[in-house]
């Protein structure tokens, strides 16, 4: 207790922690040489570390944090729960009071007949379920051979087995035996970085028709599902061309396969709507969520299911389960949160005026000498870094190297942004306030400034 609540000095905790913790997606060794920037606590949109030094969090943590840190509603929701029933299963013929309110509260607020709700303990574990939903519903109805799901690289699906094979993230795949069988990727819709002579909406054609081609090659009978992210996040918020949602659909419904909208990170009102398949105007039969659902105050992550995929589901025993399963303190804490979101109109103000005004600041930042293209959709950021807008120019050395740059000096100007490659991107708690947008954007263009000196100071302001 005392480690935590009166801390000793930062040097001591960061030697402890290269000793005995190890990070995700993390160089560890590298990590000890510099020792980690220790968070001790956050309100609003504001982080503090060990030291006291402030930042603003333009990343929500990981795009988690909707309704802002240091809210005592759900801290108090949490320890009433705890002390009613802290811990029971949902497997065995038993519910609870959180989770069937959950449940009902999520079939709600889902769009269509998404009325069917499968819980998990994150949005790793949630996609798992998904892989294991959909190859059950085809073998159910008598295809069991009807079980390629199709994907996209460079998405982000999670990190276990299962849903670090629907992503396609490269060097995920690299370590450890991945992809698990029957998981096809298609190319991303990213205009900027592979959409070359063609217009975004002609790209955007282009890339959803990828999935036609697929599924005639590999057989209708064969694609049980094609999943993928509204707005791909982690990738480096890839925002596709308008026309790309709309003939993904199409195809989908053509050949009827099942369309999963993984919206761990769009869904509860980062792209303005309550989820990013409203914003898109996607039909999904299940949904992926996580994330925003608790505001990253517990781990939650959770299916929902349309009518008719549940019904053939529901007609067997589906074997999966996982003992956290709608865990009635999270389950608690995501009612809450949502009930925060609702009442306090939240997800409408980013629609009518976070939303836009973020959208105007951050447009600015095309103005820099160092940025290519600023776009935003809903809370969502990101601007591209490039020697040459006009080619849309990759810098000369390794991707990523720029944009690590960059990030160091966010940090140093006490803010929170990440990079994906020589992209900076943007997803804060969706209750930023004006003042603190101008911040934000203030302080991203000061790194920007920063990182262009050094650019040109190193000689580094280099086409490939
Ligand atoms: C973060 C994320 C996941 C994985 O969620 P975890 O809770 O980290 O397991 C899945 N899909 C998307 C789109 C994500 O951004």
């Known amino acids: 207790m005392t480690l935590i609540a009166n801390h000793p000095p930062t040097a001591e905790l960061q030697a402890l922690d290269a000793a005995h913790h190890m990070h ?31 930042y603003l969090d333009a990343m929500a ?39 069937i309110a959950l449940a009902a509260k999520l079939a709600e607020l889902a769009p269509g007949d998404l009325n069917h709700v499968f819980f998990a303990g994150s949005g790793s574990e949630a996609n798992d379920t998904n892989i294991r939903l959909v190859r059950t519903y085809w073998a159910q109805k008598g295809q069991p051979e009807k079980n390629i799901i199709i994907s996209r690289k460079n998405a982000y699906h999670g990190s276990s087995m299962g849903s670090a094979s629907l992503g396609g993230m490269t060097p995920m795949h690299e370590q450890g035996g991945l992809p ?18 063609m217009s975004r909406e002609e790209f955007g054609l282009e890339r959803a028709r990828q999935l036609e081609k697929a599924i005639q090659e590999l057989g209708p009978d064969r694609v049980a599902a094609f999943i993928g992210e509204p707005v791909q996040g982690a990738g480096g918020v890839v925002i596709p061309p ?109 629609a009518e005026h976070a939303a836009p005004y973020l959208g105007e600041k951050w447009a600015g930042l095309a103005d820099h000498p160092l940025v290519g293209e600023a776009r935003t959709i809903g809370m969502m950021g990101t601007i591209a870094l490039t020697p040459d807008a006009s080619a849309r120019a990759k810098f000369a050395g390794n991707a990523g190297d720029v944009g690590l740059i ?59």
């Not at 990981?62 to 705890?82: P, S």
């Open 61 to 99: 943590g990981l795009w988690c944090v909707n309704i802002g840190y240091g809210r005592d509603e759900i801290a108090e929701v949490a320890a009433r729960q705890m002390r009613e029933l802290p811990y029971y299963n949902t497997f065995f013929q038993t519910s609870h009071v959180p989770g």
């Open 180 to 197: 698990i069988p029957d998981v096809h990727h298609i190319d991303q819709p990213h205009w900027w970085d592979e959409g070359g002579e």
């Open 24 to 54: 995700p997606f993390t160089h560890n060794d590298e990590l000890a040489e510099k020792g980690a920037r220790v968070i001790t606590r956050a309100r609003g949109v504001t982080l503090t570390d060990s030291d006291g030094n402030e």
């Open 406 to 464: 960059c990030r160091e000096n966010c940090f140093q100007n006490g803010l929170v942004m990440r990079h994906v490659g020589d992209r900076m991107i943007i997803s804060p708690p969706l209750v930023i306030t004006d003042a603190e947008i101008d911040t934000l954007v203030e302080r991203a263009w000061t790194a920007l400034d920063l990182t262009h000196a050094k650019l040109k100071a190193d000689g580094l302001m280099k086409s490939a």
């Open 242 to 350: 308008d026309s790309y949602w709309p003939e993904i659909q199409r195809i989908c419904d053509e050949y009827g396969i099942l369309l999963i909208a993984d919206e761990v990170i769009c869904g509860f009102g980062r792209t303005g709507k309550w989820f990013g398949s409203q914003t898109y105007g996607i039909r999904p039969h299940i949904m992926t969520l996580a994330k925003g659902l608790s505001s990253g105050y517990a781990p939650i992550g959770a299916s929902v299911v349309c009518e008719e995929v549940a019904a053939v589901i529901d007609a067997c025993e589906f074997n999966h389960g996982y003992t956290y399963s709608g865990h009635p303190v999270t389950a608690a804490v995501a009612l809450e949160n949502l009930r925060i979101l609702e009442e306090e109109n939240i997800v409408d103000r980013v």
